[in-house]
């Protein structure tokens, strides 16, 4: 009996080693690739000043400032310094959370996108699910159902989803359901403290504007990664030893088709930010995306700066989840295919 209770205990240890193996090794490769692509990004971001010719002298004295003024207020801020002084200094500043101050109000620029930051973030991640959720259930049903009538109709579908732009997809959507049905508001944002029903009630509608490529997206990667799957000789294998249906497709199928789908993610992702500033606009959403439009068009650079900062950090983060879960859940994944 002591021999029985033992195995059981070990096999639990070695799987749980085991796994914990492959997700560090992931982790590891991704670290590996990421921490390079971070390092350039911050300091192409950093060029981007000496590059736009813009000073801080410009935006708080106007265009008549005498060069004198100029000069001191550039000192002030430290641009006198040599280029990889400063940048050495924003960088360092930028690995603390410190994402400088902003030229045309003086304001901490981390604080600033902290505000607008956590509306981009509830919509995008809610577009994701609503995104990832519908798409990969049309991309099952269509795989399961290929070549018959319902495949087609699915692929119509997604085709014609996937060619809406974002912003018309919006307005529609506040036509429809704000002012037609008068089921939600039209605009504004209340945060989740406010309640868990108002939160939704405001993001429903922009995350769904926003989904509609996702949804096409994941549909279409997984339907061919799903077909493809079934036509493998291991699928062959398991129906000669009379596997059930569902068993194949979840233990076999699903698992070694799914890897497409989750793939397109990583590069949606980016996508799916830079389209943030037009749901913001359409639905009046102080966001991330809108900051970052007003600080371009002011020409503060330290805030486009804090900006393309926090994206490449989104993204990096984003790309190092889907990684770790597509080495998780995709065997070809795992062996580097």
Do not use: C, K
């Not at 096999?11 to 193996?21: A, K, P, Q, V, Y």
């Not at 813009?54 to 000069?71: F, H, K, V």
């Not at 030229?103 to 995008?124: Q, R």
């Amino acid at each position: 009996m002591v021999a029985e209770a033992v195995v059981p205990v070990t096999g639990w240890g070695t799987t749980l080693r085991r796994t914990g193996g492959q997700v560090l090794a992931t982790l590891a490769r991704s670290v590996a690739i990421f921490v390079p692509v971070f390092f350039v990004g911050t300091f192409v971001t950093f060029a981007l000043r000496g590059l736009s010719g813009l000073s801080p002298a410009r935006i708080q004295l106007g265009e008549d400032a005498t060069p004198q003024a100029i000069a001191q207020i550039e000192s002030q801020w430290g641009l006198d310094r040599p280029f990889l002084a400063q940048y050495w200094s924003w960088f360092t500043g930028v690995l603390h959370g410190d994402l400088g101050t902003s030229w045309s109000n003086g304001a901490d620029v981390a604080t600033m996108i902290g505000l607008g930051l956590g509306v981009s973030v509830s919509v995008a991640v809610l577009a994701l699910v609503l995104g990832v959720s519908l798409g990969f259930v049309l991309g099952t049903v269509a795989a399961l159902r290929r070549t018959t009538w319902v495949d087609r109709v699915i692929t119509g579908f997604v085709t014609v989803v996937s060619v809406m732009p974002a912003f018309v997809v919006g307005i529609v959507l506040v036509e429809v359901f704000a002012v037609g049905l008068g089921w939600l508001p039209s605009a504004g944002y209340a945060p989740a403290a406010d309640g868990i029903g108002p939160w939704l009630a405001h993001i429903i509608l922009p995350a769904l504007a926003l989904s509609f490529d996702i949804v096409a997206d994941v549909a279409r990667q997984l339907r061919t990664g799903l077909v493809s799957a079934y036509r493998e000789n291991y699928v062959l294998g398991a129906v000669v030893r009379g596997l059930s249906p569902r068993r194949i497709f979840f233990r076999h199928v699903l698992r070694n088709g799914v890897g497409p789908a989750l793939a397109t993610l990583g590069v949606r992702f980016p996508i799916l930010i830079g389209q943030s500033v037009v749901a913001e606009w359409i639905f009046g959403l102080q966001g991330f995306g809108r900051f970052a439009n007003d600080s371009a068009q002011a020409g503060d650079v330290p805030a486009v700066q804090g900006v393309l900062v926090v994206s490449v950090v989104l993204v990096v983060a984003f790309n190092l989840v889907v990684n770790v879960v597509l080495g998780r859940v995709a065997p070809a994944a795992r062996r580097g295919v």
